[in-house]
Nanobody, 125 residues
Framework: VQLQASGGGLVQAGDSLRLSCVAS????????MGWFRQAPGKEREFVAS????????SYADSLKGRFTISRDNARNTVQLSMNGLKPEDTAVYYC???????????????????WGQGTLVTVSS
């Protein structure tokens, strides 16, 4: 599986942005998909994830209510809608795919098998 993330850019605090990740292959619907981010000088952290059928989602507690993850299995895409962006949201955002991830492990980066190249989101104050 190859993942291609896009949609990053420079925005102002309070703006919204939608990231997209397109996956290659015909098995997209069998993967749990996740978004992670890494800010300069910090470790990679969990943002959100969504199970294969889209019914189960998980979010970092600090991002609940501002970020929404969704997927379109027919188009092999997963999206991350971000509202009310803050300067502390500045980071490289990565999408990831995992074949065998249980609900309690959706936030664990080590559970994901494939990673995209990342897209940079910069939020100015």
């Amino acid at each position: 599986v190859q993942l291609q993330a896009s949609g990053g850019g420079l925005v102002q605090a309070g703006d919204s942005l939608r990231l997209s990740c397109v996956a290659s292959g015909r098995t997209f619907s069998t993967y749990t998909m996740g978004w992670f981010r890494q800010a300069p000088g910090k470790e990679r952290e969990f943002v959100a994830s969504i199970k294969r059928g889209g019914a189960s989602t998980s979010y970092a507690d600090s991002l609940k209510g501002r970020f929404t993850i969704s997927r379109d299995n027919a188009r092999n895409t997963v999206q991350l809608s971000m509202n009310g962006l803050k300067p502390e949201d500045t980071a490289v955002y990565y999408c990831a795919a995992g074949a065998r991830i249980i609900i309690t492990s959706m936030s664990m980066a080590g559970q994901y098998d494939y990673w995209g190249q990342g897209t940079l989101v910069t939020v100015s104050s």
